[in-house]
């Protein structure tokens, strides 16, 4: 008699051929901390929409600790990440047999958001998010949740020739003075939250307020490139959902790409840290 875990990979693989998704699976040490992301978890959340084309990228830095401290390790991390896409991507590869990607990734926010500006756009791409509460990785319905809102504001005005600095204040609030002194003495600093909620971990549930942050994403890229051109660095620091990471680097403006200068918020070191730049 098959077991549940049996009967959800066959479920996958005899879904409808039309729809069939390539799982690409990354999943990176935070803080120390190795953590796997369950097969079985990944079937049951892109059924009953898509099927498993048999296949799965799986993209497992769970050797590499000590990612948050060297920048060698980090330097070994992007270079894995860039072949392990490559590959999937390639001519002939899984991604252009199936059509379509179902992305599960969890890990440093700087990484997830630099495996997303190795994704493209070629290749229509599903984000999905763990779930606190549930612990699994199914998007939960619209009609559990009021839709989620975003909303940008300055925070400093230093001018259209002062270089830009974002804040997500997204899954917490981040406090200014734990930005570089360079950057808060210095930059245009903008700021994305959440419209009328506080700032939470725990605020993205439903795929639609994925998508609500995705356009909001290229609308204020947009603004931001008409008042200050797009041939400067935009300083990124961000308290997002995984998702919402892999966002930031995968949904760039098609033409006008500001470089994005990645930092990331280390305790330890009292704030945020520079880490990695996309072009």
């Known amino acids: 008699m098959k077991d549940e875990h049996e009967r959800r990979v066959d479920a996958a693989l005899d879904a409808s051929p039309d729809l069939a998704s390539h799982i690409i699976s990354f999943a990176a040490p935070i803080r120390g901390f190795r953590i796997a992301i369950p097969r079985q978890d990944m079937f049951s959340a892109i059924l009953p929409r898509h099927a498993f084309d048999g296949l799965q990228t799986s993209i497992d830095l769970g050797a590499l600790t000590g990612?948050?401290?060297?920048?060698?390790?980090?330097?070994?991390?992007?270079?894995?990440?860039?072949?392990?896409?490559?590959?999937?991507?390639?001519?002939?590869?899984?991604?252009?047999?199936a059509g379509h990607v179902s992305l599960f990734a969890i890990g440093p926010i700087p990484l997830l958001t630099f495996l997303g500006a190795q994704l493209g756009d070629k290749v229509a791409v599903d984000l999905y998010q763990r779930h606190r509460d549930t612990e699994d990785w199914r998007w939960?319905?619209?009609?559990?949740f009021d839709p989620i809102g975003y909303c940008l504001e300055y925070l400093e005005d230093r001018g259209e020739d002062a270089p830009v600095a974002i804040l997500l204040s997204l899954s917490g609030k981040i406090d200014m003075g734990t930005l570089?002194?360079?950057?808060?003495?210095?930059?245009?600093i903008y700021e994305i939250s959440l419209k009328d909620v506080d700032p939470t971990p725990t605020f993205l549930n439903c795929a639609r307020d994925l998508i609500a942050f995705r356009t909001f994403w290229h609308e204020t890229q947009s603004k931001i490139a008409a008042r200050h051109g797009d041939d400067q660095p935009i300083s990124i620091f961000p308290a997002v959902p995984a998702p919402i990471a892999v966002s930031i680097g995968k949904d760039r403006l098609p033409k006008a790409r500001a470089p994005l200068r990645l930092y990331d918020n280390d305790t330890a070191k009292g704030g945020f840290t520079f880490q990695m730049e996309i072009d």
């Open 67 to 97: 990612l948050d401290e060297q920048e060698d390790l980090l330097s070994i991390a992007c270079r894995r990440i860039d072949r392990a896409v490559s590959s999937a991507y390639g001519t002939a590869g899984p991604v252009e047999a």
């Open 140 to 144: 939960k319905p619209d009609t559990a």
């Open 180 to 188: 570089p002194a360079e950057i808060s003495e210095t930059h245009t």
